[in-house]
């Protein structure tokens, strides 16, 4: 954690789960209190909505997992910022490793839509992450490094942009870093956000994801800069993204 900066603790729902799954889910996490931590789910496109509904009157926040980098237009089967901002979302996730993955986006494109993010007045959740290749060569820090560069527009410290930490081998996968090694990469990505946002980089949220769960949750979420998680598989069961809210708080 960061003294002095809430965490928050993000769902990221993936191509998962059906209309009335996904709203029993975001009314078992709107049930839930956690007061020291800001609770966000970002369910599919189709479900944003009805979620948004299900959520109506808890402090839980919504958010999408993309948009596209243009606010309107010719672009077949996308989704603009503004709708986002439009129906009640208020973080968009960009850059995910599956999104760079199997959309082959660039840093220049994650750093094209978080600006369209930023110009609709969503608060922009950027991920970084390196593969297990990267990881075992020594390079973890310097692809990181690199992507932040690359990804994080002008303004992203302004709008209390927030970054996560996913290494590619631990999503999905029951497979965490050390915490010495998570602890490293979030000291790092810290020096990195003061470096070029300055003073207003020391408080913004740096999250780690990728094979968070309950068991795991508050040792993890204790470490020196890591504030917050974004999670995946244990954010489809209530109970289990509560679990972890709780161990944040
Ligand atoms: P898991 O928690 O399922 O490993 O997924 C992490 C992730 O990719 C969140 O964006």
């Not at 960009?94 to 986006?105: F, K, N």
């Not at 795991?216 to 954010?235: Q, R």
Request: glycine share 12%; charged share 15%; net charge negative.
């Amino acid at each position: 954690m960061t003294p002095g900066v809430r965490p928050l603790i993000a769902g990221n729902w993936k191509m998962n789960g059906t209309l009335a799954e996904a709203t029993a889910l975001a009314r078992g996490v709107a049930a839930g209190s956690a007061p020291a931590v800001e609770l966000l789910v970002c369910p599919p496109f189709p479900h944003l909505v009805p979620v948004a509904a299900a959520l109506a009157g808890s402090a839980v926040a919504l958010g999408a997992q993309d948009c596209h980098a243009a606010a309107k237009g010719a672009h077949t089967g996308d989704v603009a910022a503004p709708m986002l901002a439009d129906l009640g979302a208020r973080y968009v996730i960009l850059g995910h490793s599956e999104r760079r993955a199997d959309h082959g986006e660039s840093d220049a494109v994650v750093r094209a839509k978080a600006v369209a993010a930023l110009a609709a007045a969503l608060v922009p959740v950027v991920c970084v992450g390196e593969s297990e290749a990267q990881r075992l060569s020594g390079e973890a820090e310097t692809v990181v490094a690199g992507q932040l560069a690359g990804s994080l527009p002008e303004g992203f410290a302004a709008a209390g942009g927030v970054v996560a930490y996913e290494p590619v081998w631990a999503i999905g996968t029951g497979r965490t870093p050390t915490e010495a090694d998570i602890a490293a990469m979030h000291a790092r990505i810290r020096a990195e956000l003061e470096a070029t946002f300055g003073p207003a980089g020391a408080t913004l949220r740096i999250l780690y994801g990728g094979s968070l769960k309950p068991s795991n949750a508050e040792a993890i979420l204790a470490l020196p800069h890591v504030d917050g998680g974004l999670i995946g598989g244990a954010s489809l069961k209530a109970e289990d993204f509560l679990a972890i809210a709780a161990a944040a708080g």
